[in-house]
């Protein structure tokens, strides 16, 4: 396996953006979650929470604790912004706003009320139980509900939250795009401040990404690169601020090689179903494809490769390009 580049547990990685790593590396999580404070000076957005590890807290205090041009009359975060569902993006929620609560009270402040953050998310189309029992956990009085009966301030495509990117108090907006696929509910977020988008886990620093639905994380891919080029002709952003990994310097470079590979991998399904079609073969169970597609390859990638191939031929079956029959798939028109 590839050695992975060192990441430090604090980076600043621009004037207005600090990288603190959720302390999680892991095989799914490379060096661990990226969580990102975004603004000039505080109040600050904070993007994602980590999955609630106790080691990242201390970063993440000292890193507001360090930042430039504090004011102890505003509070450390106003927003966090949820960029999907999964746990090591959401966990840390709680030891979040318990910290943001104690730097308040710590600073002097017990007197003034305390102005506590907004959490943000793009809403799931149904209850999701995992989210559901973090929510739960939350202290009343730590963050501010979005109504008497709910909790998250929703998030949709084209939203804009403006960010202190100046120290005189001037705004930069940081831009929500949905982008579905990975997850139902992710969202990508383009700062143009950076000339950045942050992509949460749809691309990634190193190696590729996973998906739960592939229709729509192709289309969130191609979605993504059309929107780097503005409606005035001009890129509106090149690199990436992923979930996972480093920043990709060359990020939308990156997002086409990811789209090019799943077009690439659906290329050479449909050529074995002709193939076995013109050969009169038939039908192929998504394993005889795998070991087809993959024959110079170890056996043991076969299986993740499978579920790959399953997402490709359930995307196909959505277009009308395909049929499963008997548990095996059958190319259909001509």
């Known amino acids: 396996m590839e050695a992975l580049e060192v990441i430090p547990a604090i980076s600043r990685i621009s004037k207005t953006v600090t990288r603190i790593l959720g302390q999680n590396p892991g095989k799914f999580t490379l060096q661990g979650t990226n969580t990102y404070l975004v603004g000039e000076r505080n109040p600050y957005v904070l993007l994602d929470t980590g999955e609630g590890r106790e080691e990242y807290i201390p970063y993440l ?19 966090i912004i949820l960029t999907h569902r999964h746990h090591d993006h ?19 402040n017990s007197s003034a009320p305390y102005r506590a953050p907004r959490i943000h998310k793009v809403p799931l189309p149904g209850q999701d139980a995992r989210l559901q029992s973090v929510l739960d956990t939350l202290e009343p009085g730590t963050f501010i509900p979005a109504s008497s009966t709910t909790v998250l301030h929703s998030l949709a495509d084209t939203d804009v939250l403006p960010i202190t990117a100046g120290p005189d108090g001037q705004t930069s907006p940081l831009q929500v795009l949905h982008t579905p696929g990975h997850t139902p509910d992710s969202l990508c977020l383009y700062y ?14 190193h190696g ?19 929107f780097a080029q503005g409606a005035d002709g001009t890129q509106t952003y ?25 077009e690439e991998r659906e290329g050479q399904i449909v050529k074995v179903l002709q193939l ?8 192929w169970t ?18 993740p490769a499978a579920h790959s191939v399953e997402l490709h031929l359930k995307k196909l079956e959505g277009d009308g390009r395909v049929e499963k029959v008997d548990g095996a798939w059958v190319l259909l028109g001509h």
Request: overall charge negative; hydrophobic content about 40%; proline content about 7%.
């Open 61 to 79: 205090k000292q890193a507001l604790l360090e930042s430039p041009n504090h004011d102890p009359q505003q509070p450390y975060v106003s927003d």
């Open 90 to 108: 959401i966990g840390g929620l709680h030891g979040v706003l318990e910290l943001l609560r104690k730097l308040w009270d710590d600073g002097g």
């Open 192 to 205: 143009p401040a950076d000339r950045a988008l942050f992509t949460a886990d749809t691309v990634l620093g």
């Open 208 to 226: 590729t990404a996973v998906f739960e639905d592939l229709g729509p994380y192709m289309a969130s891919l191609r979605k993504m690169i059309a």
């Open 238 to 262: 090149n690199t990436v601020y992923p979930g996972h990994g480093p920043v990709a310097a060359e990020g939308l470079a990156k997002i086409k090689t990811y789209l090019h590979h799943r």
């Open 276 to 283: 076995a079609r013109a050969e009169s073969e038939g039908e």
């Open 286 to 303: 998504t394993e005889a494809i795998v070991a087809n597609i993959y024959a110079k390859y170890p056996r043991e990638l076969w299986a």
